[in-house]
């Protein structure tokens, strides 16, 4: 069953009197469980598709669905509380507050989600042990390494369980030995059951995934797909709408 559903989304902006289609006339699933790669070159639209499908934008035209909510009816606040709860973000440059040890950057996602403080920390604790660093609690930012933040950083996308996360060049300030650790420990969560997304333009990155969405000039250029073995794109998508009909 699908997590999100995409159709027909497009996301147009008007420069200088020019219409510029970000996105054009895009369709895809994403199920639970899936791990997936977006992949294009700069410009190619793969960006704007992760904000819009992470309730960070929103579409010109289309329709998305996420966990059966329609998301062009939900209100700012009901957005917020779905970015909050139901997704998980990590960035190529970690985003972690300086001020804060690696304990209270992850207990972040929690401060509105009512839980009490102890909570918080008990659950901050999990997901820093599920990436190998709860040694590493008491520590500040700049006291680890980049790789060690961007495992902090991934533990704070988990720590909500949220249905699905997305990874924006989750290795692009890395070192190639410290970005296989961390594609390492994508493909173990991803194992273990979770939804991902990774977002990039390298297209080795995107080789760890099973499934390969490629973007460019804002539509799906090309697709590999194991669900959908020995069917080229337009017999995947005349398949897909039989069984939504179904």
């Known amino acids: 069953m699908a997590l999100i559903e995409v159709r027909n989304v497009s996301k147009l902006y008007h420069l200088g009197g020019e219409e510029i289609r ?14 997936i790669s977006i992949i294009g070159p700069s410009g190619s639209g793969k960006s704007t598709l992760m904000h819009i499908l992470g309730c960070l934008d929103s579409p010109t035209h289309g329709t998305i669905k996420l966990d059966d909510t ?12 779905i970015r909050n709860q139901k997704i998980g973000f990590v960035f190529q440059f970690f985003n972690l507050l300086p001020k804060l040890n690696v304990l209270q950057n992850v207990e972040l996602p929690m401060v509105y989600s009512g839980f009490s403080s102890r909570e918080r920390r008990e659950r901050a604790l999990a997901a820093l042990k599920l990436v190998g660093l709860e040694n590493r609690a008491r520590h500040r930012p700049m006291q680890i390494s980049g790789g060690q933040q961007q495992r902090v950083a991934i533990a704070r996308a988990l720590v909500n369980n949220p ?22 420990l994508f493909r173990k969560l991803s194992q273990e059951g979770r939804t991902i997304a990774l977002v990039t333009h390298d297209p080795e990155i995107a080789a760890v995934t099973p499934r390969r969405i490629e973007i460019r000039d804002g539509k799906i250029a090309k697709e590999v797909d194991p669900r959908l073995a020995g069917l080229d794109r337009g017999m995947a998508v005349q398949k897909q709408n039989a069984n939504q009909v179904a």
């Open 22 to 35: 970000a996105l054009d006339d895009v369709s895809l699933d994403i199920d639970g469980g899936e791990f």
């Open 163 to 184: 249905k699905i996360v997305f990874a924006d060049e989750p290795t692009g300030n890395l070192d190639s030995n410290t970005g296989e650790a961390i594609l390492e």
């Open 70 to 81: 329609m998301i062009e009816n939900a209100t700012p606040h009901q957005l917020a509380r």
